[in-house]
């Protein structure tokens, strides 16, 4: 696999850190004029999240990661293993395990689009966009003509998410969600 | 992953402005002191021993030349012109320097060098002041020795430090194998850079002085409180070194044995050897009179005064948009 010196540090760039991908988010280069030259790196870890701080010395090299960023269709889960197909037209598909698909679960609606990241060919994590349009499948009785006023009340999804929405929703709508945040947007036209 | 191409300049109208006023307040600061322009090569036959400094090759082929390098400094030309007998001079050249982006850096920055004979470094900072402080109408500089900014800001006494404790002072930020070639200088300097640095010049300009002797690159050395130290001198503004000058070492057998010693740490570091610059050598056996120099970072200078926290901010085509 090919590495990346200093030189080449950038943010975006995939990189294996202490055995595991990271993305690196910063890369300050730092230097007296007289002097050695340092790179403050901020890298996100991929496996867990975290966001780590490291400094290299002018010269030193990191391993490239083999992480790919995909756009897939999801098609269905088999209860173990949630299955994606790519959209580029070569109908390969992948399976993501719960680990990779983590709370993205609740957002995925079959013949969605997802961007699925690949570390060494198998699906490391799936990242909803960052809206999505899901049908409400229960909630208690909507209040007509209550749309001024705030208050809210939960409504399920079809995935299974449930979001705080306005008291005049109801059973069958189709909301337009924020999956960064989880919130509500607005009620989708039906057509 | 191809990025579409910027043709637009990263600078604001402004910010050429102000470049374009800089350089005219460069040049009228000297011309009222008599002090002559000049011009000397950015394309040489040699590049720099220097560990820290890697220079940009060249592939030039004429006049029997064939090779070569960008200039990192003009220093050795400039050199060459006082043993010639020029007198005090000043030059806004462009240098080059391999491997250096990022907020602070772009490998091809505007220097202004000078040469003062005569004058030592106390000399020479009260002039870098009246420069700078002209140009940035700011309070003048205060000073603080080398020591006293480490013990100060790091709580570390760089003349007394063991290795040691140095290297257990910087596992903060290095694993110990990446410590392992790193030595006495580097560990000084990471703490000068990460530690010290942003701390100085916040409220009012500061020159820091009496650089350990280690650090001296070619300025003369001097004995004070019982260390050995380099009459070389750094100016800090906001976190921004903006000059590094030296009252000049004159002494040509010194001079060599620096240059075998940069060799020497080059080696040792897996770095190529450079061939060693000998019309320098042999402008300093005729003679360079005594004098103090100081290199500028121009970019810089017009960072502050615009208050920008970018390089890109001051240079039309930063090396992306080159």
């Known amino acids: 696999m090919a590495s990346y010196s200093t030189n080449e540090f950038r943010s975006g760039l995939k990189v294996l850190l202490d055995g595991d991908p990271c993305i690196m988010l910063e890369n300050e280069f730092v230097k007296p004029g007289k002097g050695q030259a340092f790179n403050r790196v901020k890298l996100r870890n991929l496996m867990t999240n975290r966001v780590w701080e490291r400094t290299f010395k002018s010269g030193e090299s990191l391993e490239a990661a083999d992480v790919v960023e995909q756009d897939m269709e999801y098609l269905y889960t088999d209860g173990e293993f949630w299955h994606f197909m790519l959209t580029d037209g070569s109908f390969e598909q992948y399976a993501a395990d719960a680990k990779a698909v983590g709370d993205t679960v609740k957002w995925l609606k079959e013949q969605d689009v997802y961007t699925v990241t690949l570390y060494n060919g198998a699906p490391l994590t799936v990242t909803p966009p960052n809206f999505v349009e899901l049908e409400v499948v229960d909630t208690d009785p909507g209040m007509k003509g209550d749309t001024a006023q705030g208050g809210s009340k939960p409504a399920t999804l079809s995935t299974g998410a449930v979001v705080n929405v306005p008291l005049f929703i109801t059973i069958g709508e189709v909301l337009k969600v924020d999956t960064r945040s989880g919130e509500y947007v607005n009620r989708v036209k039906s057509s | ?322």
């Open chain 2, 1 to 322: 992953m191809t990025d579409r191409p910027v043709w637009q300049p990263s600078a604001s109208r402004a910010a050429l402005e102000s470049r374009a006023q800089l350089l005219a307040h460069v040049r009228g600061f000297f011309s009222e002191r008599r002090v002559l322009e000049v011009e000397t090569p950015v394309l040489g036959r040699h590049g720099v021993t220097d560990v820290n400094l890697d220079g940009i090759p060249s592939a030039v082929d004429a006049g029997g030349v064939q090779g070569g390098w960008l200039q990192t400094s003009p220093e050795y030309h400039m050199k060459r012109l006082l043993a010639a007998g020029s007198g005090s001079i000043f030059q806004i050249a462009r240098v080059f320097r391999n491997g250096e982006r990022g907020k602070r850096h772009n490998p091809e920055f505007s220097m202004l060098e000078w040469y003062r004979v005569g004058f030592d470094d106390q000399q020479l900072m009260r002039e870098v002041a009246d420069l700078v402080c002209g140009w940035l109408e700011c309070s003048p500089p205060v000073t603080l020795s080398y020591r006293e900014a480490m013990q100060s800001i790091a709580g570390i006494d760089p003349m007394t430090i063991t290795d040691r404790d140095l290297e257990r002072y910087c596992e903060q930020w290095l694993e110990p194998e990446q410590l392992a070639g790193l030595g006495r200088d580097g560990c000084l300097d990471l703490v000068m850079s990460f530690v010290v640095e942003p701390k100085l010049g916040c409220e009012q300009p500061v020159f820091i002085t009496r650089y350990p002797a280690s650090q001296a690159a070619l300025a003369r050395i001097s004995e004070h409180q019982g260390f050995r130290v380099a009459h070389r001198f750094e100016l800090y503004i906001h976190g921004l070194e903006i000059c590094n000058g030296y009252w000049e070492l004159t002494d040509p057998a010194e001079q060599r044995a620096r240059f075998a010693a940069d060799n020497h740490l080059r080696r040792a570091s897996g770095k190529p050897e450079m061939a060693l610059d000998e019309s320098f050598l042999a402008a300093l056996e005729t003679g360079l009179p005594e004098c103090a120099g100081v290199a500028m970072g121009l970019d810089r200078l017009l960072m502050l005064k615009l208050g920008s926290r970018n390089i890109q901010d001051v240079i039309a085509f930063p090396i992306e948009r080159a």
